[in-house]
């Protein structure tokens, strides 16, 4: 759910609102009563400030303590998904196929108040059926808890059920979660066709810290307990990540499997950046930190753009190589990768793109996470930025689609009006969107041409109005006729352009123009009767 503020001003005042020492929006506001909402949402507990400065510059803080969970939904949204295909089975082994069988997967939440999200899952495969509801909780500023349970039917009568509790508790500095499921001996879903074949219960806690000065520490434990003749699951883990003022960052890490066979992982890895989008790496991994690799890589830019990743070292012995390249425009992407493994080698090229709907009609787009906008600049070839990065230019109906927008938060798009036809102006040159996941806003951005048109003046005898006469114009404004007639003016935003012509000796003519709706101007419209 959104975040919302609210407060009075005695007198015309500047609004500031803070959220954990970060500043996330700054506006002008008239005296009185005020409500901010659609403010982006933090995950985890902190505290919302708002400063109100009057023109004395003396302030006057609100402060509000908040809590915030990814779990939840704001009142009224849904989430949902359909998924259907076919299973991959052994993906690293020499058996490597898939499922003769299709199945088919339905999930979906929905926002019932900002402290509630309901949940529903469907699966289908085969034999097997199973259904599933949740529940996210809030509990004020405490935590989430999470509440489930399931049923399915396999093998044609073959019934079975499962429960799940959890609870998570988010903050700054401190974050702690527990979750437990529960499986009856008949249960059934996918990943564990079979009955009994889940775990009879799985329990996992996870404990993060921020230790100060860049340091953070988290620790976390699975424990698995079968029906069947199998053996329990435990697995421990820890890491310890440091960050480095201008230096890059150190990351550690432990995996410890303690049942049913006693072993450990270790993982080590150092980052340096090399600017905006480029860094270096050097990693370790393994029980003696015998895999090592070296790697360097650019991202691509947000909008179009190319990056390039490539790696050498050495896996379990072997000497390992492996690269890719991405090359993006505004409407697809293609990657390009390789790997060599000692004497093995293998590759692929993809290419991905996405069609955005809306009520402004199908527009082709690359394939990214989050929420899209369709961009209306009023004029082609014109740049829009998101977040100061460049997206790309609109194409010739004016139009571009902004993908990858961040979902549920304030996504400030902007667009360069130095690129509008001279004839063009733009009231405002920025505007912030907040779309949901998947979503596809439509931004028009309040674009205005300066309408021109050129004509000759002829009076009913054929000839032309005399140069240097005075033509009087329904706006209130006047002008002076050139050789041969000539009138150059600017249309009005409505209506037609109308006007009285005198010159010397008395003599008068009325004219009225009426504008076309066309968009291409300057226009010289030949002759223009005056009667």
């Not at 939440?109 to 809030?138: C, W």
């Not at 340091?215 to 310890?240: E, K, N, V």
């Not at 150190?250 to 860094?279: C, E, K, Q, W």
Request: charged fraction near 20%; hydrophobic fraction near 35%.
């Amino acid at each position: 759910p959104y975040l919302s503020l609210a407060g009075s001003a005695r007198v015309p005042s500047v609004l500031e609102i803070w959220t954990d020492q970060m500043l996330i929006e700054r506006r002008r506001i008239p005296p009185g009563p005020f409500r901010v909402d659609d403010l982006p949402a933090y995950t985890g507990a902190g505290e919302m400030r708002a400063v109100v400065r009057d023109g004395g510059g003396a302030p006057r803080v609100i402060s509000q303590p908040f809590y915030s969970d990814p779990s939840l939904l704001a009142p009224g949204l849904s989430d949902w998904s359909l998924e259907y295909g076919y299973q991959r089975r052994d993906a690293f082994s020499a058996d490597d196929r898939y499922d003769r069988e299709p199945f088919a997967v339905f999930s979906g939440r929905r926002g019932v108040s900002d402290q509630l999200t309901l949940g529903l899952r469907g699966e289908h495969f085969g034999t097997l059926s199973m259904a599933a509801a949740n529940a996210h909780l809030r509990l004020w500023r405490l935590g989430t808890v999470e509440v489930g349970g399931g049923v399915s039917r396999s093998d044609g009568a073959r019934r079975g059920s499962a429960s799940v509790l959890g609870f998570s508790r988010r903050s700054r500095f401190f974050s702690a979660g527990v979750r437990q499921i529960h499986t009856s001996r008949g249960f059934a879903e996918l990943g564990y066709e079979s009955p009994g074949s889940a775990p009879a219960l799985q329990r996992q806690i996870n404990l993060g810290l921020t230790l100060g000065h860049g340091a953070s520490l988290s620790l976390g434990r699975i424990r698995r307990t079968y029906y069947q003749d199998r053996a329990d699951q435990i697995f421990d883990t820890a890491g310890l990540t440091l960050s480095l003022p201008g230096s890059g960052a150190l990351l550690m890490s432990v995996f410890r499997a303690r049942s049913p066979v006693a072993d450990t992982l270790y993982s080590l890895a150092f980052i340096l950046p090399l600017g905006h989008r480029s860094n270096v790496s050097a990693s370790a991994g393994g029980p003696h930190l015998q895999n090592r690799l070296l790697s360097w890589q650019t991202n691509p830019p947000a909008g179009p753009g190319v990056g390039v990743r490539a790696s050498t070292g050495t896996l379990f012995g072997e000497p390992a190589q492996e690269g890719s390249v991405i090359a993006q425009n505004q409407d697809v992407s293609f990657q390009l990768y390789g790997r060599q493994r000692g004497d093995q080698s293998s590759g692929y090229a993809e290419l991905r793109g996405a069609l955005v709907a809306n009520r402004e009609g199908v527009f082709p787009s690359r394939s990214r996470p989050g929420g899209y906008a369709v961009v209306d600049a009023g004029a082609p070839g014109v740049r829009v930025f998101s977040a100061n990065h460049l997206m790309g230019r609109t194409g010739k109906n004016g139009t571009l689609v902004v993908a990858g927008l961040l979902p549920y938060q304030a996504n400030p798009l902007r667009l360069a009006p130095e690129d509008l036809p001279l004839n063009a102006s733009v009231a405002s040159d920025g505007h912030s969107v907040i779309p949901a996941a998947h979503q596809a806003l439509a931004v028009r951005f309040p674009v205005s041409y300066a309408r021109y048109i050129s004509g000759h003046l002829t009076r009913t005898d054929g000839t032309p109005v005399p140069a240097g006469a005075r033509a009087d114009l329904t706006a209130g404004r006047s002008t002076v006729i050139g050789h041969g007639g000539l009138l150059h003016e600017r249309l009005g935003p409505a209506g037609p352009l109308a006007g009285t012509v005198r010159w010397a000796g008395g003599g008068q003519c009325r004219f009225a123009i009426r504008p076309s709706q066309r968009r291409h101007y300057p226009v010289d419209l030949g002759e223009i009767p005056c009667r």
